[in-house]
């Protein structure tokens, strides 16, 4: 049973297409983020939502756009793709309140999707 | 504005042999800080995690951290790796909770036979 999921988990498109990537959750968690790996491996935090309410938006192009019809999904949507949006996205989720941390109950990752734009 | 810093971009070691992984913060009051391990072609698994209360914290695979206030470190260790422990590693740190989760340039850690 997959804690978090995204779909799908490789995407390859041609520049200027629109795309999207869809994330669920089965753990309860209440906040629910986007991350964006480059080339090198960095990892940096694109959006967070809470409660289906946006909380994060770092300086990321309005190219992209979350949206999260309740609190187990929050997908991302892309237009215009560009050359160097070109990377492996990841979903994630957590409690929102740290003092409810116990076991496993902390930031957990789905497997990712890889995003080729050519 | 909080930083992680992950001195070592590459650790090659044997199979069997010990390893340290460095990591650095940017110091502040009170701090939450998370080792992630990343496996290829796989999401971030968390490794172990300090939130208060002692300071050398264990997690999984062997794997164990140690919180140092006044070095401002948490350096991860294995007493002997195995091959299976080849992988990239993450420190992050947090000064709020989830939220603000800053995440450290990864670690490539090599383990050869």
């Known amino acids: 049973d997959t804690a978090v999921s995204q779909t799908p988990k490789y995407l390859v498109t041609q520049m200027g297409n629109d795309k999207s990537i869809k994330c669920e959750q089965n753990?309860?968690?209440?906040?629910m983020y986007w991350y964006k790996q480059d080339s090198k491996k960095f990892l940096k935090i694109m959006f967070s939502?809470?409660?289906?309410?946006?909380?994060i938006n770092e300086t990321v192009p309005n190219r992209f756009s979350p949206k999260s019809p309740d609190k187990a999904h929050l997908n991302l949507h892309i237009n215009s793709l560009e050359l160097g949006d070109s990377a492996v996205y990841f979903c994630?989720?957590?409690?929102?309140?740290?003092?409810?941390?116990?076991?496993?109950?902390?930031?957990?990752f789905g497997a990712g999707s890889r995003l080729t734009v050519l | 504005a909080q930083s992680v810093t992950q001195l070592d971009s590459q650790v090659p070691v044997f199979e069997e042999a010990p390893v340290e992984l460095r990591c650095n913060y940017s110091?502040?009051?009170?701090?939450?800080l998370f080792w992630y391990v990343q496996y290829p072609n796989q999401g971030l698994q968390l490794l172990l995690k300090?939130?208060?209360?002692?300071?050398l914290v264990k997690g999984i695979n062997g794997f164990e951290a140690e919180f140092n206030k006044s070095q401002t470190s948490f350096h991860l260790r294995k007493p002997s790796v195995h091959i299976s422990d080849t992988a990239e590693y993450f420190c992050?740190?947090?000064?709020?909770?989830?939220?603000?989760?800053?995440f450290g340039t990864g670690t490539r850690l090599l383990v050869s036979p």
């Open positions: 110091s502040s009051v009170s701090v939450y």
């Open positions: 992050a740190v947090s000064y709020t909770g989830f939220q603000k989760l800053v």
């Open positions: 753990l309860g968690h209440d906040t």
């Open positions: 939502y809470n409660n289906k309410e946006l909380i």
């Open positions: 994630a989720s957590s409690p929102w309140d740290l003092t409810k941390i116990s076991g496993a109950n902390v930031l957990t």
């Open positions: 300090y939130l208060s209360g002692s300071t």
